[in-house]
Structures are given as C-alpha cells and as structure tokens.
C-alpha cells in the first residue's frame, strides 16, 4: 500500500494497526465528492499560478476518467489505501503519472475531509427533507380519510377526551414539518467552504478561496482556518437533527403499536408490514414499527458518540476526528430507512372506525364536557369540577356513562342543563366543541388538512 507520508519513516506499519488506522472501508462514500474538491482545487492552483493551464486540464480530464472508471466499477474502491484521499491520489497516479503529485501542493487531508464532508451532508440533507416530505404527504393522507373518525385522546395513558384520528396524525406532521426547518437550519450552518485551510494554518498557495467556494456551490469560504478543519459543529447539528426525527417516529411507533394491539384495536398494520410469529400462528406483530422505535436509540446514541469524540478535543485536526463518520452515515441510512418504512405502514394502515368509537364511548371521555356546559350556565368552573366528578362517583356505582344518568337524577344534579344529557354529550357535539385554534373538531381538522396540503405542494 503506497502511503502519502513515507518519506520521514524508515520502519513500517505494524499490519494490525495499518488496518486499525484505514478509514477507506467507510470514506469510500465521499468519493464524488473528493473528486469535485479536487477539480475545484486543480482549478485554483491554476488560476494561482502554481499549475499550468495544459496541467489543469489534463488532471480535470483524468479526474473524470477516474469518475467514469469507479462508476463502471464501484469494486475498485474495495481497494488497500489508507483514505479516500489516498486511494484518488493513487489512481489519479495510474492515470497522469507524476502530475497526480503537484495536486496536493497547498492542500492537506484536513481540509480537504472537511470539505467532502460538508458536501456530502449537503446532499444527505436534501434527501433527508425528501423523506420527510413524503412521510407527511401519507399522514395528511391518513387525516383526509379520517377528519372526523373519533379516537380516544390519552394523557398518562389514561383515557382522557375524545380526539379525531385526523387531528391525531396532524400532530406527527407538526413534529415533522419542525423537523425539517431543523435540517435546513443546519444545512444553512454548514454552508462554508473549508478548502484552502490546508492542515490547520491557511494554505502556502495564493489561492483564492472565495471562488473556491462558489465552485464547489458554498455561500462563502470559512473565515479561520484552524476552526475550519477542526469544526465538526454541523456533524452534531445533523445528528441532532436525525435523532430528533427518530424520537418522534419513535413516539408514532409506539401510538401505533399500542392502538393496534388487542387491547385498543383501533387500527390495523397491513400485511405488508407486520410479520407472524413462528410459534404463535395467530399473531401479527408490528415489528416495522418496533425496529423504528428501537433504531432511534441508535441514532441518539451516534450524536451522544460524535459529542464526547470532541469534548476537550485540542485545535486542530486530531485523528480522533476520523471517528466522526461511521456513526454519521449510519445514522444517515438508518433514519431514511425508517422514513421510508413509516410512510409505507401510513400508506396501508387501516383505522376500525366502530372500534374507535366504542373506545370513545365509554370512560366518562365527555366530563370534561359536561363541566363546560354548567360553566355556560354561569356555575364557577371548580364547582362545575367538584359536582361533575361527584356524578362520576354515582355513575361508576351504577354501572353506567353520564349520558345515561336517569332523567330525574340529571335534574337533582344538574339543574341548570334543560336538554337532556344523552343529546348533549354525543360524540359528534363532544368533539365538535372543540373548535378553538388547533383543536381537534373536525372542521378544523379539515381546515388544516387544507393548510398542509397547500404547503406541501409548495
Ligand atoms: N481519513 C482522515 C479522516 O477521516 C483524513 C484526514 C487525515 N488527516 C491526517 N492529518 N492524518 O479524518
């Protein structure tokens, strides 16, 4: 293996730690992007004068070819060097002979890693918001068949008031739409240009550095060149980002897992996405949902790794930085992966609306209700409070919901309330009472279903 610091050394590498020390089994990903720096950087070095014209263009030619030959055959990239950066220097070698030397003139690893870096998040960004995009696009599509479709709303997993499956799924779409601002934020972050920092003090070559920039398609080059190739700022930012879209999927998965399980039954999974046991044969497990949830572990856990590796990390570039990758394209596959299966569960999910309306029917889910209504008659809202949850008391002893309180007993407790309770606290005026901003009356919901139908098309 040909290494591009031989020449202090007289020994050689302990094979295991030659091994232990190669990053190309993983960097081999940025290889587009080390090609687009480097005929950035070609072009640079000749605009500056230390490359001449015929030079320039014969090392962007070979550059191509290389592109052309890796895209032919990704295998070469299976290859001994010790980096991406090496594994090109190489090639571009076999390629221009000796010319493949004068390119690295003013450059170094360390800005050229954090320059095919940010590029490489910069795509990763754009799909990442893609994937979003259409996760939402299916739970719009979820409210639009269900704007009114009644759903038990909990809160410490007790049931609480009656929701609408629409507006329940329009609260993942809000998760969502704040998750991707979040990814535009930190592609807004990382949109500087490292090249021509070179290790850490400023490239030896007269380049200039804002057209660098603009070649590669950065707003503008990074202004210290020391911060420039130990910044790993948006590495965290977006793995931030990443674990904050698995930790509301992980929150949809498990709402999901529960309301599809014996006990709720409110929706059901498509065979598409649920698999059986190999013992049970009745079962059919939410397993799509369930490896969602358990990825977002490991998807935090990649941003925990990526901020300890820079704790106390001293300027500049420090190998320990190599480590800023495997968790990062891991976390990169994982949550695209898992917006990917989530919109494919939410595209074949199938809501029992008789199910879901039982489950609303029953549990005192309108008390708030009836509190609200003596509230309108003038009584103090704690006392409505106190009166109503003595009629709880009463109905639980009998065994029956406030709406079927005999019509004599209403009007010993309830005075103030002419029509009859059952009329009052129907489902369809229980959740049609719910029409303040973000509420979950179906009207509503149907006004926002409008809203992010509009904005998603946009
Ligand atoms: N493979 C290295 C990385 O990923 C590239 C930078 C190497 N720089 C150095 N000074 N050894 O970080």
Request: hydrophobic share 40%.
């Amino acid at each position: 293996m040909s290494k591009l610091w031989g020449g202090r050394f007289s020994g050689s590498l302990d094979p295991f730690f030659a091994e232990f020390n190669r990053s190309l089994p993983y960097d081999r990903r940025l290889f587009d992007q080390d090609l687009d720096g480097s005929i950035a950087w070609a072009k640079a070095l000749g605009e500056a004068g230390v490359l001449k014209k015929t030079e320039v263009s014969k090392l962007q030619r070979a550059i191509k070819n290389l592109r052309q030959k890796v895209k032919a055959d990704p295998n070469l990239l299976v290859a001994e060097d010790e980096d991406i950066h090496s594994f090109v220097e190489r090639m571009l070698g076999e390629e221009v002979g000796s010319l493949a030397r004068k390119l690295h003139a003013g450059r170094s690893r360390n800005d050229q890693v954090a320059t095919d870096l940010k590029l490489y998040l910069r795509e990763a960004v754009q799909k990442l918001g893609a994937c979003c995009h259409s996760l939402m696009s299916r739970l719009v599509q979820i409210a639009v068949e269900h704007p009114a479709t009644p759903l038990p709303g909990y809160t410490h997993l007790q049931r609480a008031q009656p929701l609408t499956v629409g507006h329940h799924v329009l609260a993942y779409v809000e998760m969502l739409d704040r998750d991707r601002t979040r990814l535009d934020d930190a592609a807004k972050r990382m949109d500087t240009c490292p090249l021509g920092s070179a290790a850490l003090a400023g490239s030896g070559m007269p380049v200039d550095r804002r057209q660098i920039a603009a070649d590669l398609g950065f707003t503008a080059p990074t202004r210290n060149s020391i911060d420039s190739v130990a910044d790993r700022d948006h590495v965290c930012e977006l793995l931030f980002a990443m674990s904050m879209i698995m930790i509301h999927l992980s929150r949809l998965a498990e709402d999901w897992i529960f309301f599809a399980s014996q006990e709720a039954r409110f929706l059901e999974f498509s065979d598409a996405v649920a698999t059986g046991s190999s013992l049970m044969p009745q079962k059919k497990n939410p397993d799509a949902m369930e490896l969602i949830r358990g990825k977002a572990g490991r998807v935090a856990g990649h941003l925990n790794a990526m901020m300890m590796t820079l704790k106390g990390l001293p300027l500049a570039y420090n190998k320990d930085m190599q480590e800023d990758k495997e968790g990062l394209f891991d976390a990169i596959d994982t949550c695209s992966a898992c917006l990917t299966v989530a919109a494919t569960a939410a595209s074949n999910l199938r809501f029992d609306r008789e199910r879901c309306l039982e489950a609303c029917s029953y549990g005192f889910l309108d008390s708030t209700d009836l509190a609200d209504l003596l509230v309108a008659a003038g009584v103090p809202f704690r006392d409505a409070h106190e009166r109503v949850g003595i009629a709880v008391r009463q109905a639980i002893q009998q065994g029956i919901e406030l709406r079927d309180l005999p019509r004599a007993l209403q009007q010993e407790l309830f005075p103030e309330i002419d029509q009859p309770l059952a009329k009052e606290l129907s489902i369809e005026k229980v959740l049609a009472r719910r029409q303040v901003l973000g509420g979950s009356a179906p009207k509503r919901v149907r006004q926002e279903i409008k809203r992010w139908q509009k904005k998603l098309a946009t």
